[in-house]
Structures are given as structure tokens and as C-alpha cells.
């Protein structure tokens, strides 16, 4: 969502992908982050979407030039609600910007754009292709929970970033990358559900793509079995 021109605005695969999966979206607005423990104690999961850059200073460095827009109202909401929801063990499900903004709140940092940071030779990703068509091939760590969802240790995904995450806290695993390097997915160590991907898996799930439905379905589920943990504590 931008704040830009007064008003929100939303991809509608995030929440389609949702509804298919069985999941009832909601969409938090701008504002709201020194409620954002309460508003956690009302939800079953939180999904990150993606979305314009994060602010450099929140991982302490001045703006490139080749920095995007930004939005200071978006990065301290979500940044508020992702520590609420790491600290109730919410599952949380991070997209494109999400997983970024995850790894800054971390502990982490960025790329501010690919092209003029990456040490390596970096593939296309900002993708010319349509939103939902993949791209490139990410490669899956066989130890993670990413592959046992997804069954399989190499898949193409669609590509439509230009930052990309760069240090690596230890608290997360490195669960992908693409084949020039690049951080595809991470996943938080010794937490029920918390998976991170660049990659839009949303655009896919709504054009039928198996592996990204059931990421989806996989998140769903989790929210699940933490509405029942939660329900049962409280009897
Ligand atoms: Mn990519």
C-alpha cells in the first residue's frame, strides 16, 4: 500500500490466494502500530506483502541513488506488527518485500538495488514477463520446511524485485537462491511456521500453480493449528 495519493492500495492475488486456501484475509491500515500487540492477539497469522523499498535507515545506512519509493507510515506498521506476531509465535508468511523486511527486523540487510550493489553477475529480476509467469529457477535446501511443502529442491518462480536480502541474521535459514547468489527464501529456526520468499507466489497460486498453492494451503493450515493452541490454552 502507498499513502501517496490518500489511499491504500493492495494487489488482489494476495488476498485471493488466501480466500482459496480457506483463510479469511483482513487488511491492517497505516497508523495503528503502537496497537499492533492487541490487533496480534486478534489474528491467526500474518502475511507480509510486497510492495514499494524499506527505508535504509531502518538498517542503518543512507539512501543509494538508485533507491525506489519508500513509505515510513507502511515500514513502521509492519515493522511493529512483525516483532508482535515473532513474539506470540503467529505464523507468519513473508512475500517480496515481506522477506525483506523480515530480515531487517532481524537483524539484517538489504541491497538497495541489485544491479548496483551485487558483487556477483546478477540474473533479470525485474522480470519483463507477466506477473504470474516464472522466470528463473530458485534452488531449494532439502533440510528445510519450504521443500517439504513444496517436494521439490529446484522450481522456477516469477521475479519482480530489484533489492534483495544481503547479511543473513543466524536466527533464519537460508532455505533458497537463485543461481547468481541471490536470497530466494529464508525460514526462522525453532518456530512453528515462519517462511520468507522474493519470489510472488500469490500471482501464481491464482493462475493454478501447484507448488504455490500449496505454500499457501501449507500457511493456512498453520494459522489453523495456531487458532486451536490458542482456543484450547484458554479453556
Ligand atoms: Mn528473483
Known sequence: ?????????????????????????????????????????????????????????????????????????????????AKAALEKKLPIFAICRGIQLLNIVLGGNLYQDINAQFEGEPLLHSQKAERHQASHFVTINSESLLFKIIGNDRIAVNSLHHQAVKDVPNVLLLTAKSSDGIVEALELKDYPFCIAVQWHPEEMAVAGDEHSKALFAAFIEACNRFKLSTSNASL
Open 1 to 81: 500500500m502507498t499513502k501517496s495519493d490518500k489511499k491504500y492500495s493492495l494487489n488482489v492475488p494476495y488476498v485471493q490466494a488466501i480466500i482459496d486456501a480457506g483463510g479469511l484475509p483482513l487488511c491492517i491500515p497505516f497508523g495503528i502500530e503502537e496497537d499492533a500487540d492487541q490487533l496480534t492477539n486478534t489474528i491467526d497469522g500474518l502475511l507480509l506483502t510486497g510492495g514499494v523499498d524499506i527505508h535504509p535507515h531502518f538498517f542503518n545506512e543512507e539512501p543509494h541513488p538508485k533507491l525506489g519509493e519508500v513509505s515510513l507510515e507502511r515500514d513502521q506498521v509492519e515493522i511493529a506488527l
